[in-house]
């Protein structure tokens, strides 16, 4: 073209909007006839000129994104290269390129407090573009830059949260990491814990430095609300955060949320970004990695990320590059076993054989035969040190044991994934789990394990229980040596005895002297004979009186002590642990039963009353006469003994009511106790009758004892009681609304704040529960006026103040919603909101003045109201018409005119309750707008107070759209997985683009 040298600007825009244009080209002419220019001022007015209209358009046009990038392209050609040498030569040609460039960012931050937020957002966009064109070394005036930080320090605070996006990117390369105050650092790390916008976190996150001041923000972003954020976070962690930098305990959540994250791309990430990061800085080195993360504590997670490694492996002989060190044997030598290398070879044993048939193969290479194994175990466990309790202070000593018995439980777990199937080796494995379980230095630790293992390999029933009784009477009966008394008389007599012969011997050999003198041979040989005769009769007497002495005999002593019976307790809790409850009760279940759980119950050793309660809750399980002997039992326990033992008793009675319902008290079979305990006794007098009050009344006993528990001082044990009353009521055990009703106070009520289990239990109750079916929406509709009452009247002292009212109210508008269940179709009828709404409202008219009233009121708004006439809309329509004659309030009147006007089917007033309608969020990290398209409400945050008002609905729709548009510039994302053919992406720019000339043509015309 031969205007190139000498571009107009108006043309040079005009080009920039076309995306086959070469923006280079176009800033290289227009620099060119900038630089001709000796005044620069009319230049600088036209460029500014051309550039307002793409800053007044908010949206993402293409042509306005290529009026920007070429106006960055521009201003960024103007950067002269740092040079030292040239300073003085370039000089003059600096100043000339450096005053476009500092024009340009004067007239933005100019600009940045516009009342228009299309301009602050398309300000804050071009500073982010034209600081991050800059080479690494460029350089900008002090002031200016102070000026740049100051104005994007003001934008990050903006309304718009695409301001704030591009706000957040522009300061990336004005932070200083390493100064503690640096106010970027300040302000990122404000907008990562509390800016409600998703693209902002995310924004922020791939920008922010990381350091020791900013590591805990990032690393609490991999608990986010939302998947993007959350997958990003691992990412700035994998790429720009050595593992070292983080402490054990962050390696291990890391791996332990990310692996088990509820979204398969974070997942993905963790997998192929964090993990092989982390092996990259370690050489590869998969057992410093596991070193890395101490094992001992956390095996479980050190396993799944070893699986999660095994499944990126592509070939068998990946797979076994790192063999754990195994010898021609196919075993770790004893004095080579550590925890990372044994760990490492169960995850491979384990992880080879769930691929089946093709890890067959492999599988052979990496585990011996059963029998070898077997003594390989018993040679290891056999070596494990026992120590006594002095030695036991000795940290160094006890966590040399700990360590063995870490090893030990990893190489029991292998039993597992060994070829039992040949009868030789599966004998000699169980023999030798037998002799392991006998020996008195296995540890406790391991006992269930073992038993696990000896159970699995055993194919009969019968067999099972016959061996782990055997092994439980040798254990607690082994055989020893006793020695017997011996009779005084008896011992007595043969020392007499054997003196006699002794003489006799002496009388003897003094003849057999006289007759060889006398040379009466004959004689002499007779005498001979006699002394060895009395010589084997001396010894004969000799050895008698000794064994007399050591008179020491084998036979079976019983055992007390406390690690024997804890012992025993465990493989018999194993035991029921394993076998179905189907079988029943054997007859040496029941010896067992009697004559090791129920005296060991009363056992002055806590850890054994302790078991001993396990295995007779357990044991339970299997017979229902059982539980009925042993209920008065277990109730007693869980008031009366240590805390850890109650609520083991406490487990033990709630898996009772779960599996036979509270009827376990009558002698028959009954229905299901799923009706209320509160009905009326309607008792005649008859001996059935009487039976059934005493079991409710037994039941009632229960009930209130589970509700006492709610309120225990004893944190594990009021968690452990609610998570218990929230199975029985999902199950149908219980309908109480009284007690749905105090599980909502106990999840709002302040003091449980730090119990997170609790928290987490009941958050997950509450929506599964009303979910579920619509009598349970029903139960929670009955215990909506209960909770508020009790919210409205708890005194200023108590920790129920504290509460916020509206949004429990929400909690249960959203609870019982009719679009909530499961099922949705098959609800017929009245709903669960329209019962509420009759119960809301005959609770206003009860006192009408009632600082309640209001939110009643309110939450009257939100409800979904049946519109179809019926029995239940003429009922509610006039106890409204009551209401609107008694209330004075002009907010709860206008409330209850929209409501009447509503259910007489005012279309206007349906579509604007359509856009005011909100659900509550149970996620405290929630979006607090909704999209503008949408129809169906969104939910409010937790603990937070919402407005609903058709007004402020539109309001939050522009806030909305800017939301839905937010800029993703610096926040990879997956390619899509279909690719547009090129006549319809060239239809669909046709359709979207947004042509300037027309605005510049209609201003040049104007003026």
Same mark, same amino acid.
């Given at each position: 073209m031969t205007g190139d040298t000498d571009l107009e600007i108006e043309e040079a825009f005009r080009r920039a909007q076309k995306a086959h244009n070469n923006k280079a080209k176009l800033a290289a002419s227009?620099?060119?006839? $900038?630089?001709? %220019?000796?005044?620069?001022?009319?230049?600088?007015?036209?460029? +500014?000129r051309c550039l307002k209209y793409a800053m007044i358009i908010y949206t993402r046009e293409p042509a306005v994104e290529n009026v920007i990038d070429f106006v960055t392209k521009f201003a960024a050609c103007f950067e002269a290269p740092v040079n030292e040498e040239s300073e003085e030569e370039e000089e003059e040609e600096e100043e000339d390129e450096n005053e476009f460039l500092n024009f340009l960012f004067n007239f933005l931050l100019e600009s940045h407090g516009a009342n228009?937020?299309?301009?602050?957002?398309?300000? !804050?966009?071009?500073?982010?573009?034209?600081?991050?064109s800059l080479s690494e070394n460029a350089q900008i005036d002090d002031d200016l830059c102070d000026r740049i930080h100051e104005a994007m320090l003001v934008r990050v605070t903006?309304? $718009?949260?695409?301001?704030? @996006?591009?706000?957040? &990117?522009?300061?990336?390369?004005?932070?200083?990491?390493?100064?503690?105050? !640096?106010?970027? @650092?300040?302000?990122?790390?404000? &907008?990562l814990e509390n800016d409600s916008n998703p693209e902002v976190r995310r924004a922020v996150l791939s920008c922010i430095a990381p350091s020791a001041f900013t590591l805990s923000k990032i690393y609490k972003r991999t608990r986010d609300v939302k998947e993007k954020v959350r997958k990003l976070a691992y990412q700035v962690l994998a790429e720009k955060v050595h593992i070292r930098a983080l402490s054990i305990a962050q390696r291990v959540s890391l791996l332990h949320e990310g692996l088990n994250d509820s979204a398969d791309s974070v997942k993905e990430v963790v997998?192929?970004? &964090?993990?092989?990061?982390? &092996?990259?800085?370690?050489?590869? #080195?998969?057992?410093?990695?596991?070193?890395?993360?101490?094992?001992?504590?956390?095996?479980?997670?050190?396993?799944?990320?070893?699986?999660?490694?095994?499944?990126?492996?592509?070939?068998? #002989?990946?797979?076994?590059?790192?063999?754990?060190? =195994?010898d021609e044997r196919k075993l770790i030598p004893v004095n080579s076993l550590t925890c990372e290398n044994v760990l490492y070879w169960r995850a491979l044993c384990e992880f080879v054989k769930s691929k089946g048939d093709e890890g067959e193969e492999i599988l052979e290479q990496i585990l011996p035969e059963a029998a070898i194994f077997a003594e390989y175990l018993y040679s290891f466990l056999k070596s494990i040190t026992q120590l006594s309790e002095e030695q036991r202070a000795d940290m160094t000593q006890l966590e040399n044991v700990m360590t063995q018995e870490f090893v030990g439980q990893q190489l029991i777990l292998l039993v597992g994934c060994l070829d039992t199937s040949e009868e030789g080796g599966r004998k000699r494995m169980v023999a030798v789990l037998k002799e392991i379980l006998v020996l008195p230095n296995t540890p406790t630790s391991l006992i269930g394990l073992l038993v696990e293992k000896l159970i699995g390999i055993l194919r009969d029933d019968t067999k099972k229980i016959h061996t782990v009784a055997e092994i439980i009477s040798d254990l607690r009966e082994p055989i020893l040596p006793i020695a017997e008394p011996v009779d005084e008389n008896e011992k007595r007599k043969k020392q007499v005895k054997l003196a006699e012969v002794r003489v006799q011997i002496m009388e003897a050999k003094q003849s057999l002297e006289e007759c060889i003198s006398c040379q009466d041979f004959s004689r002499a040989a007779e005498l001979k004979d006699s002394v060895s005769q009395l010589e084997e009769l001396k010894n004969q007497l000799a050895l008698e009186a000794s064994q007399s002495i050591d008179n020491v005999k084998e036979q079976r002593v019983e055992k007390s002590d406390p690690e024997t019976l804890l012992k025993c307790l465990m493989m018999c809790a194993e035991l029921f642990k394993q076998m179905s409850i189907k079988r029943g009760i054997c007859p040496t279940m029941t010896a067992l039963i009697e004559s090791l759980i129920l005296p060991s119950v009363s056992?002055?050793?806590?850890?054994?009353?302790?078991?001993? +309660?396990?295995?007779?809750?357990?044991?339970?399980?299997?017979?229902?006469?059982? *539980?009925?002997?042993? =209920?008065? =039992?277990l109730l007693q326990i869980t008031q009366l003994d240590e805390p850890k033992i109650r609520i083991s008793a406490l487990r033990a009675l709630i898996d009772q009511l779960l599996l036979n319902g509270l009827n376990i008290l009558e002698d028959k079979l009954a229905p299901p106790a799923s009706q209320s305990p509160d009905s009326p006794d309607n008792s005649n007098g008859n001996p059935k009758q009487l039976a059934k009050d005493d079991v409710e009344s037994t039941v009632q006993s229960i009930l209130k004892m589970l509700s006492e528990f709610l309120d225990s001082e004893i944190c594990e044990l009021r968690t452990e009681t609610a998570e218990g009353l929230a199975k029985l009521?999902?199950?149908?055990?219980?309908v109480s609304p009284k007690l749905l009703s105090r599980l909502v106070l106990l999840w709002y009520n302040p003091v449980t704040? #730090?119990?997170?289990?609790?928290?987490?239990? %009941?958050?997950?109750?509450?929506?599964?529960? *009303?979910?579920?079916?619509?009598?349970?929406?029903? !139960?929670?509709?009955?215990?909506? %006026?209960?909770?508020?009452?009790? %919210?409205?009247?708890?005194?200023? /002292?108590?920790?129920?103040?504290?509460? #916020?009212?509206?949004?429990?109210?929400?909690?249960?508008?959203?609870?019982?919603?009719?679009?909530?269940?499961?099922?949705?179709?098959?609800?017929?009828? *009245?709903?669960?909101?329209?019962?509420?709404?009759?119960?809301? !409202?005959?609770? +206003?008219?009860?006192?009408?003045?009632?600082?309640?009233?209001?939110?009643?009121?309110? /939450?009257?708004?939100?409800?979904? +109201?049946? /519109?179809?006439?019926?029995?239940?809309?003429?009922?509610?329509?006039?106890?409204?018409k009551d209401i609107l004659q008694e209330v004075k309030d002009k907010y709860c009147i206008r409330v209850i005119e929209k409501l009447r006007n509503q259910l007489n089917g005012d279309p206007c007033t349906k579509s604007a309750r359509n856009q005011d309608t909100t659900l509550l969020a149970l996620d405290d990290n929630a979006e607090e707008t909704v999209t503008k398209d949408e129809t169906k409400p969104k939910r409010a945050k937790r603990g937070q107070k919402k407005a609903s008002t058709a007004k402020n609905g539109r309001k939050t729709s522009k806030a909305d759209q800017s939301s839905d548009e937010s800029d993703e510039e610096n926040v990879p994302e997956a390619p899509p997985s279909v690719r547009p053919t090129r006549r319809a992406k060239m239809a669909a720019l046709d359709k979207t683009k947004q042509d300037l000339t027309a605005l510049i043509n209609q201003e040049a015309n104007g003026s």
């Open positions: 227009l620099k060119n006839r $900038y630089i001709k %220019l000796e005044d620069k001022n009319e230049f600088h007015e036209e460029f +500014i228009s937020h299309a301009v602050r957002f398309r300000v !804050c966009q071009l500073v982010n573009k034209l600081l991050g903006d309304k $718009y949260p695409n301001v704030r @996006i591009q706000a957040s &990117l522009a300061m990336a390369r004005l932070q200083d990491p390493n100064n503690p105050d !640096c106010p970027t @650092i300040k302000a990122y790390m404000l &907008l997998k192929t970004h &964090l993990l092989p990061a982390w &092996l990259r800085l370690l050489q590869g #080195d998969v057992l410093q990695m596991l070193h890395k993360l101490d094992v001992e504590n956390c095996a479980e997670t050190a396993v799944t990320t070893l699986h999660a490694i095994f499944s990126m492996a592509t070939s068998s #002989d990946e797979l076994l590059q790192n063999a754990a060190g =195994l056992n002055p050793n806590p850890a054994v009353r302790n078991m001993a +309660i396990v295995c007779l809750g357990t044991a339970a399980l299997h017979s229902k006469d059982l *539980a009925n002997t042993h =209920l008065v =039992l009521m999902y199950c149908g055990r219980i704040e #730090d119990d997170q289990r609790l928290r987490h239990c %009941l958050g997950v109750f509450l929506q599964i529960y *009303a979910r579920a079916s619509r009598a349970n929406q029903e !139960c929670v509709e009955e215990s909506f %006026l209960l909770t508020m009452r009790t %919210l409205f009247n708890a005194p200023v /002292t108590s920790p129920l103040s504290e509460v #916020d009212t509206s949004n429990v109210a929400e909690l249960y508008v959203e609870l019982t919603r009719p679009s909530a269940l499961l099922e949705p179709a098959a609800v017929q009828g *009245a709903s669960v909101h329209d019962s509420l709404a009759v119960r809301v !409202c005959n609770e +206003i008219l009860r006192d009408v003045k009632a600082p309640e009233v209001r939110l009643y009121c309110k /939450t009257l708004s939100w409800l979904e +109201i049946t /519109t179809e006439p019926g029995p239940a809309t003429n009922e509610l329509q006039l106890l409204l």
